[in-house]
């Protein structure tokens, strides 16, 4: 076992830093950019500032025309500094060699990739890996990311991606961990130490990147790239605090938004990238755009041209031109005519070459081209368990009527019914760029492995046509439904119907919002008719993101939220339903009743009329056609035991910090791991602030009638808040402590500041 462990963490690297010479370090590393920086060329400066995309197919000729040519003819002049979406040692290899043996300086390439949740070995996609709310796992997970990306070349993840999102129509939340700052900043923090390591020298860890600074999570309607419009409040309490956090963990890149933030486009906004970011907190990285979003600002209505739009991108501090060519064509012209002055391009140049000396790329520039590194690590057998393992802990069931799970292993008739039952890419997600298509173990697989049960598969209904493409349109199917009455037959002699059903991994992402939440295309219908003739139904749902599940919550006895849980998902989901596995994880976004909620999450503010009056009276805060709750809310989660909470105290109160305590007991008959919430609620606050706040959680593993009691410790951090000024303040005044878990909690006691 002790060996095991060792040859993982030779694998995944364990690096420990000597604090003591950092600082020296520092100075030496200075040193060195600034001499090098003193030897470039203005060309050569604007050149660090310049990515392309991957632009000619490398084990290729030479390109010859077009583009591509001329952004070969850069690449040997140094005036590409960085490069994306290429991969493979030899491939990164090839490429660096012509910037360290053809270019006048040598200055090597640093390699960029989206490494989001996976390189090879995929993870759940983000947003499931934060239902585990597990912080060593979800750093572990990014850790293995790290490693084969390392392996494969890559220097630099575009991730993770911190932002806070309430609007379950905005596809993207998949790629973030859900509505609720305080847990967002801790996974915030684990994924940016998980992908930096303590070295980031080392030829294991790659350079993370948080994007995408600041409000993308916030489009109004949940449309794609729309006008963010968010008060201070939302902005410094919500938006911010995960973006601090991985300035806290060290992250040495960020990534600007798309959107316009409050009628600034966030790549034009000096106030984020330079008084925010660079000055309050002194970050010493360097922002790259995103792609082409400093062109699009003219699209924004903010630049009349390129041109102005690279003036306004570098004065407001984007380091880095993702693809807009906006930089490379513009910027030397500009710092000629003294519109743009030189000092800004040697602070931005400054930056990326810093970020390239601590990646070690000076010392060894291929030192991530290593083919026989690349082959042992990528798809490492020890990187399949632990993803594994993330992904049953990513698992979260939503209802156990008559506690239908787990299922008996021996002597069942199974009914496995659904398109995405037996899919192996769905499972991936969408960002699969290095990932093998068909990869995934589906969860028709991972209950063969069962063998005691008599397992009968029918598809139901095709839930897409057509091609699969991370750029196009999902082609939902809404009209076939030839394969419903083999499904109907085989449901209705079962002893239990399994039904995988929700959005195919392609049907959330970037540029995927929806309008409706249900199940997509026929599958609402399907999942009818089968409750029509066997109820006995567990309902696993693959999706990214929150559905709207009313109908189904009310009728289907068991339903299990498996997510898009990566390449072990259908293991995962096997030995979940056979209870080789207790589910504990917990909702990191509120689930809506109804379409219309959205945005709903649990830590809003109080209106002046929060409660009915009276019966039959409407002049308070409510919906004359839905409730005000939502159908599953934030950091909900079953187990297939129980729990019970008691004795919630507060130990100890002084001038920096109070003690709480709670017991909790494992009341059922298994062993079973609880997430143990806790709310603050700030009774009297100006500017106001949410009804209860989360500020604090802690994994506990109770066997059958055991009882552990659990500390938490409230400081300044869990008590104050950002004013309209982005001044964080603690006001004394009367505070409820709520415990328990979920979000809904209302086991409470009170203190005073
Ligand atoms: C996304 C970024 C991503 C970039 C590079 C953009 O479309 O918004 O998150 O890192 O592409 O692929």
Same mark, same amino acid.
């Given at each position: 076992?002790?060996?095991?462990?060792?040859?993982?963490?030779?694998?995944?690297?364990?690096?420990?830093?000597?604090?003591?010479?950092?600082?020296?370090?520092?100075?030496?590393?200075?040193?060195?950019?600034?001499?090098?920086?003193?030897?470039?060329?203005?060309?050569?400066?604007?050149?660090?500032?310049?990515?392309?995309?991957?632009?000619?197919?490398?084990?290729?000729?030479?390109?010859?025309?077009?583009?591509?040519?001329?952004?070969?003819?850069?690449?040997?002049?140094?005036?590409?500094?960085?490069?994306?979406?290429?991969?493979?040692?030899?491939?990164?290899?090839?490429?660096?060699?012509?910037?360290?043996?053809?270019?006048?300086?040598?200055?090597?390439?640093?390699?960029?990739?989206?490494?989001?949740?996976?390189?090879?070995?995929?993870?759940?996609?983000?947003?499931?890996?934060?239902?585990?709310?597990?912080?060593?796992?979800?750093?572990?997970?990014?850790?293995?990311?790290?490693?084969?990306?390392?392996?494969?070349?890559?220097?630099?993840?575009?991730?993770?991606?911190?932002?806070?999102?309430?609007?379950?129509?905005?596809?993207?939340?998949?790629?973030?961990?859900?509505? =609720?700052?305080?847990?967002?900043?801790?996974?915030?923090?684990?994924? @940016?130490?998980?992908?930096?390591?303590?070295?980031?020298?080392?030829?294991?860890?790659?350079?993370?990147?948080?994007?995408?600074?600041?409000?993308?999570?916030?489009?109004?309607?949940?449309?794609?790239?729309?006008? @963010?419009?968010?008060?201070?409040?939302?902005?410094?309490?919500?938006?911010?605090?995960?973006?601090?956090?991985?300035?806290?963990?060290?992250?040495?890149?960020?990534?600007?938004?798309?959107?316009?933030?409050?009628?600034?486009?966030?790549?034009?906004?000096?106030?984020?990238?330079?008084?925010?970011?660079?000055?309050?907190?002194?970050?010493?990285?360097?922002?790259?755009?995103?792609?082409?979003?400093?062109?699009?600002?003219?699209?924004?209505?903010?630049?009349?041209?390129?041109?102005?739009?690279?003036?306004?991108?570098?004065?407001?501090?984007?380091?880095?031109?993702?693809?807009?060519?906006?930089?490379?064509?513009?910027?030397?012209?500009?710092?000629?005519?003294?519109?743009?002055?030189?000092?800004?391009?040697?602070?931005?140049?400054?930056?990326?070459?810093?970020?390239?000396?601590?990646?070690?790329?000076?010392?060894?520039?291929?030192?991530?081209?290593?083919?026989?590194?690349?082959?042992?690590?990528?798809?490492?057998?020890?990187?399949?368990?632990?993803?594994?393992?993330?992904?049953?802990?990513?698992?979260?069931?939503?209802?156990?009527?008559?506690?239908?799970?787990?299922?008996?292993?021996?002597?069942?008739?199974?009914?496995?019914?659904?398109?995405?039952?037996? =899919?192996?890419?769905?499972?991936?997600?969408?960002?699969?760029?290095?990932?093998?298509?068909?990869?995934?173990?589906?969860?028709?697989?991972?209950?063969?492995?069962?063998?005691?049960?008599?397992?009968?598969?029918?598809?139901?209904?095709?839930?897409?046509?057509?091609?699969?493409?991370?750029?196009?349109?999902?082609?939902?199917?809404?009209?076939?439904?030839?394969?419903?009455?083999?499904?109907?037959?085989?449901?209705?002699?079962?002893?239990?119907?399994?039904?995988?059903?929700?959005?195919?991994?392609?049907?959330?992402?970037?540029?995927?919002?929806?309008?409706?939440?249900?199940?997509?295309?026929?599958?609402?219908?399907?999942?009818?008719?089968?409750?029509?003739?066997?109820?006995?139904?567990?309902?696993?749902?693959?999706?990214?993101?929150?559905?709207?599940?009313?109908?189904?919550?009310?009728?289907?006895?068991?339903?299990?939220?498996?997510?898009?849980?990566?390449?072990?998902?259908?293991?995962?989901?096997?030995?979940?339903?056979?209870?080789?596995?207790?589910?504990?994880?917990?909702?990191?976004?509120?689930?809506?009743?109804?379409?219309?909620?959205?945005?709903?999450?649990?830590?809003?503010?109080?209106?002046?009329?929060?409660?009915?009056?009276?019966?039959?009276?409407?002049?308070?805060?409510?919906?004359?056609?839905?409730?005000?709750?939502?159908?599953?809310?934030?950091?909900?989660?079953?187990?297939?035991?129980?729990?019970?909470?008691?004795?919630?105290?507060?130990?100890?109160?002084?001038?920096?910090?109070?003690?709480?305590?709670?017991? @909790?007991?494992?009341?059922?008959?298994?062993?079973?791991?609880?997430?143990?919430?806790?709310?603050?609620?700030?009774?009297?606050?100006?500017?106001?602030?949410?009804?209860?706040?989360?500020?604090?959680?802690?994994?506990?593993?109770?066997?059958?009638?055991?009882?552990?009691?659990?500390?938490?410790?409230?400081?300044?951090?869990?008590?104050?808040?950002?004013?309209? =000024?982005?001044?964080?303040?603690?006001?004394?005044?009367?505070?409820?402590?709520?415990?328990?878990?979920?979000?809904?909690?209302?086991?409470?006691?009170?203190?005073?500041?």
């Amino acid at each position: 076992m002790i060996k095991a462990n060792l040859t993982f963490f030779t694998i995944i690297g364990f690096f420990v830093l000597n604090s003591c010479g950092t600082n020296q370090k520092n100075d030496q590393l200075d040193q060195r950019v600034n001499a090098l920086l003193a030897q470039m060329t203005l060309e050569e400066k604007v050149g660090q500032m310049n990515q392309y995309s991957s632009f000619w197919d490398i084990t290729g000729p030479i390109p010859k025309e077009g583009s591509a040519a001329k952004q070969y003819d850069q690449l040997k002049k140094g005036l590409v500094g960085s490069m994306l979406n290429v991969r493979g040692a030899e491939n990164v290899r090839k490429l660096q060699k012509i910037a360290v043996e053809e270019t006048r300086l040598g200055i090597p390439l640093i390699f960029g990739f989206d490494v989001i949740h996976g390189f090879k070995t995929i993870s759940p996609i983000p947003l499931a890996e934060a239902a585990s709310w597990d912080l060593e796992a979800i750093e572990t997970s990014a850790r293995i990311a790290a490693t084969e990306a390392a392996a494969a070349g890559i220097n630099w993840t575009f991730a993770p991606m911190v932002d806070i999102s309430r609007d379950a129509r905005w596809g993207r939340v998949m790629e973030g961990a859900g509505e =609720d700052p305080y847990l967002g900043s801790k996974i915030a923090f684990a994924r @940016v130490k998980g992908f930096q390591g303590d070295d980031l020298s080392a030829p294991t860890t790659i350079a993370a990147c948080a994007k995408h600074f600041a409000g993308y999570g916030f489009p109004e309607a949940g449309k794609e790239y729309n006008t @963010v419009d968010i008060g201070t409040q939302t902005l410094h309490n919500m938006v911010m605090p995960p973006f601090k956090a991985t300035i806290d963990a060290g992250v040495r890149t960020f990534m600007n938004s798309f959107s316009q933030l409050n009628g600034i486009p966030a790549t034009g906004s000096k106030y984020l990238q330079r008084t925010l970011l660079k000055e309050q907190w002194n970050f010493d990285g360097f922002v790259v755009s995103d792609w082409g979003s400093i062109e699009e600002m003219v699209e924004h209505g903010y630049a009349d041209d390129a041109k102005q739009a690279a003036q306004i991108a570098v004065e407001a501090g984007s380091d880095m031109d993702m693809q807009s060519l906006a930089y490379i064509d513009h910027l030397i012209d500009l710092v000629k005519s003294s519109a743009v002055p030189e000092t800004l391009i040697d602070d931005a140049a400054r930056r990326i070459l810093r970020v390239k000396f601590e990646l070690g790329l000076f010392d060894d520039p291929y030192k991530y081209c290593n083919a026989e590194r690349e082959k042992s690590t990528i798809g490492h057998e020890k990187f399949q368990e632990v993803t594994l393992e993330m992904a049953k802990k990513s698992i979260v069931l939503l209802k156990n009527k008559n506690q239908l799970l787990p299922l008996k292993k021996k002597g069942l008739n199974i009914a496995l019914i659904g398109d995405l039952a037996d =899919d192996k890419t769905s499972p991936l997600g969408n960002w699969i760029l290095a990932a093998d298509t068909n990869s995934a173990v589906s969860v028709l697989e991972g209950m063969k492995a069962y063998e005691g049960n008599n397992l009968e598969f029918s598809v139901g209904v095709k839930l897409h046509t057509g091609v699969l493409e991370f750029a196009k349109e999902l082609n939902i199917n809404t009209s076939d439904k030839s394969d419903f009455t083999a499904a109907l037959n085989l449901a209705k002699t079962a002893d239990v119907v399994v039904m995988v059903l929700g959005e195919h991994g392609f049907h959330s992402g970037e540029g995927r919002s929806r309008t409706q939440l249900g199940l997509p295309g026929l599958q609402q219908e399907l999942l009818e008719q089968v409750f029509k003739v066997n109820q006995n139904i567990i309902l696993v749902l693959n999706n990214g993101r929150p559905l709207v599940l009313d109908w189904a919550d009310q009728h289907i006895p068991a339903i299990v939220e498996a997510w898009q849980l990566g390449t072990q998902s259908g293991n995962a989901i096997a030995q979940v339903l056979y209870g080789d596995y207790n589910p504990s994880g917990k909702l990191p976004m509120s689930f809506p009743k109804s379409i219309g909620q959205v945005p709903i999450y649990y830590n809003y503010k109080s209106t002046g009329r929060p409660t009915l009056p009276s019966p039959d009276e409407v002049f308070w805060t409510h919906y004359q056609d839905e409730q005000n709750a939502p159908l599953y809310p934030f950091g909900y989660g079953l187990s297939y035991t129980t729990f019970a909470y008691s004795n919630l105290k507060i130990n100890s109160q002084n001038d920096t910090s109070i003690d709480v305590s709670v017991e @909790v007991t494992n009341t059922g008959n298994v062993q079973g791991n609880e997430v143990v919430q806790l709310y603050v609620k700030d009774h009297f606050a100006r500017p106001t602030q949410p009804i209860k706040s989360l500020k604090g959680f802690e994994l506990v593993d109770l066997n059958p009638n055991q009882t552990k009691t659990v500390h938490f410790t409230l400081a300044e951090a869990e008590l104050g808040f950002y004013d309209n =000024d982005g001044k964080f303040i603690v006001q004394p005044g009367d505070f409820s402590i709520y415990v328990g878990g979920d979000s809904t909690t209302e086991l409470n006691t009170k203190f005073k500041l």
